[in-house]
């Protein structure tokens, strides 16, 4: 996205009444959020405009309280899809899941691998852990950013 681009999203939001708008392109995303005293990012700051872009690679997100499909705690993360692609828990048809419920994962551990375009990705866990619970079904598609693993952060 150029910076033009990002330029008018962002005077967009200040003067629109919306608080937060998100564009996702191909391989890229791009959230723009208004912050607002004592609101949502906790800021006492003046009220003003943020955008971050969303890099192409696996970050771990805290689970929103209501949005886990387990109860809420502390030290849950949710590892995302960091691309469009065809989701696989293992290397080939007849190789062994990379990960099950229960596993303990490190930072380097495969999780599993999204198939984009041909070509092989492998996931990362990005943070040590033990998998809780695996959100897709082997073989399915998964969406920029959908929640594919939910773990219990250690």
């Not at 191909?26 to 005293?37: D, G, Q």
């Not at 551990?109 to 866990?125: D, G, P, T």
Request: charged share 25%; net charge negative.
């Amino acid at each position: 996205m150029r910076a033009d681009e990002i330029r008018e999203l962002v005077e967009l939001v200040e003067r629109s009444g919306i608080v937060e708008l998100e564009v996702r392109r191909l391989w890229s995303s791009i959230r723009i959020r208004k912050l607002v005293p004592g609101g949502e990012a906790g800021s006492a700051a003046a009220p003003g405009v943020v955008a971050a872009a969303v890099a192409p690679h696996v970050v771990p997100h805290r689970v929103p309280a209501g949005q886990a499909p387990a109860p809420a705690e502390e030290g849950l993360v949710q590892i995302r899809s960091p691309m469009v692609g065809t989701f696989y828990r293992a290397s080939s048809p007849e190789a062994e899941p990379f990960v099950g419920v229960g596993s303990e994962v490190k930072p380097d551990s495969v999780l599993c691998i999204i198939e984009a375009m041909k070509v092989m990705n492998e996931i990362k866990a990005e943070t040590s852990g033990r998998i809780l619970e695996i959100l897709v079904e082997n073989g399915e598609p998964v969406e920029f950013g959908q929640p594919l693993f939910l773990l219990a952060e250690r």
